[in-house]
């Protein structure tokens, strides 16, 4: 069973000055303005027939700005390199369709530059020849010489025979299996055909069935460079370099430019510690996997810049469950020299692009990356670790006090740094205790841990403060101050938690002749420094229970016997 293919790409082309005299070779105006393009179909032999037209709608499409995914490999129908636009070649609509887009432009005749572009490729499985399957076809036209370059040129056929792919979690209209590749890398090596007029040629058709549909994303990098090698700047204060070749490859030799006979280093990324003196030369060979280019050599020159550079990022977010994180927000980076441009990558290495950055959901606990370019180009990548997880609450269950003693619910649980803490009456946290350090009703309270994106979480805490018993105040109805030392005083007694106000007494006209504002204070039968005649008199006390919070109100006689 040979599975059938569709296939995602975009380009990064090294044309170095030459990229001057490519314009909208990125669709950067977003048209197909300097693009040709081709519609037609495919025979039963597998002989493509396409003829030149406009842009036809649904088969040349302009795609972006956009967020949307691929239905089958869940990846951006944008290129995920920051460019506005892309172009979708074909349709998922069947009928032995093919389309063609093609690029002629003329090579500088000095230098050397390279065509680096990055393909996905989805695949359908039905049991068709090799000749039957959908394809896209990737070449090289030497218009001057009026030949196809032999190498490089990409005929990828549907087969299972491709390395990195995925199976699909979507199947096809016929219940086939949809195989799928992200974003990977080919080359074309362009070194030999300087001042030669070049013409790409990018290719997709259905099955020669007629019942199975091939479909293409593609981008051209704007921002060309003279070589897709990162890392190869960097400012005071960096001790290293880690030189990063283009992502997609079977394998990395790395040496230095002036010695190509012994590599210094294999693998993707070459680390240099300490960091190079500035324009020091590397040169980087690169192995495609069989059938998907030629070994190629690329060039990088370190540049030191003379300005400083900070990159700043948390070491770890911690997330509530079911509240994406937004690494893209201006807080995550905050601290970081400005102008800083920032993209997110879900590798180390920086060539695996982070398709939603601004949602990172609850599913995706993990480790990303942000790389930041400073606006002089120095460059740094630092480790975000994402964590959704509900702050943790642990109470302590205070001893019992009786009242008026009082309970500190900041001192009921163990404080853990990061979070802030708030107290309330109810569970549902929306009735907040007012003076939470001095709790005097006994009950349960509820604590509430919060991190610093907003993720909460409830502790639950009982307080037993055992309550006074009622109050009572009894008072004598009768005194004698006659100095005997036998009921000379007039003052009363209480129980319970009282606090006083005020106890007035007044003679039968009304006139007030004594007023005590504490226990402390008693009435001898005197007004102003002498004695009062012997007759009935009236008292009011005015004071508060303390632990009902309520008015106290009482009034009585007393008589005075002299």
Known sequence: MKPLKYLFFFLLINFGAFAQTTPNIGFENGTFDNWE??????????????????????????IGPTKELDQYGKFPIQCPNGSKY?????????????????YTFTAPSTGAYSIIFNYAVVL????????????????????????????????????????????????????????????????????????KTIRLEFTTNDCTLG????????????????????GNAYCLGQNAVTLIGPTGFADYYWYSAADLTKPIWRGQSYRITPAPPDMSKYALQIFPYDGLGCIDTLYTTINQINSGFKLVVPDTIVACPGVPVDLTAPSITAGSSPGTSFSYFADSLATVYLYNPNSITDDGNGTYYIKGISTEGCTNTLPVHVVFRRPGITTIEPAAVNFPSTVDL?????????????????????????????????????????????CTAVGAVNVTIIP?????????????????????????????????????????????????????????????????????????????????NVKINKAGSITLIR
């Open 410 to 454: 900041s001192k009921t649980f163990i404080p853990q740094a990061g979070l802030t803490y708030s107290y309330y009456s109810n569970s549902e946290g929306t009735i907040p205790v007012v003076n939470y350090t001095a709790v005097k009703y006994g009950g349960t309270y509820y604590i509430k841990a919060t991190n610093a994106t907003g």
């Open 468 to 548: 006074p018993p009622a109050y009572t105040i009894t008072a004598p109805n009768t005194f004698t101050p006659n100095n005997d030392g036998i009921n000379d005083h007039f003052n009363f007694t209480t129980t319970g938690v009282i606090t006083f106000n005020t106890l007035k007494i007044f003679n039968r006209y009304g006139q007030q002749v004594f007023n005590a504002k504490s226990f402390e204070e008693y009435w001898d039968g005197n007004y102003n420094g002498k004695n009062l005649p012997a007759g009935t008199y009236y008292w009011i006390f005015d004071g508060e229970d303390d632990y009902n």
């Open 211 to 230: 019942g199975h549909f091939g479909y293409a994303y593609i981008d051209v990098e704007d921002n060309t460079t003279s070589s897709p090698i990162t």
């Open 37 to 62: 393009c081709f519609a037609g179909t495919i025979g039963g032999t597998g002989n493509i027939i396409v003829s030149p037209t406009s842009p036809l709608p649904g088969r040349h499409t302009i």
């Open 124 to 195: 359908e499985n039905p049991t068709h020849a090799v000749f039957q399957q959908p394809k896209f076809t990737a070449f090289v036209y030497d218009v001057t010489d009026d030949r196809y370059i032999d190498c490089p040129s990409f005929d990828f056929v549907a087969g299972s025979d491709l390395p990195g792919f995925k199976l699909s979690t979507v199947s096809g209209a016929k219940g086939n299996s949809i195989f799928y590749k992200e974003w990977s890398t080919a080359t074309i090596d362009l070194k030999n055909y300087l001042g």
């Open 86 to 102: 892309s172009i979708m070649l074909g349709n998922s609509q069947t009928g032995g369709q093919a389309e063609r887009v093609t």
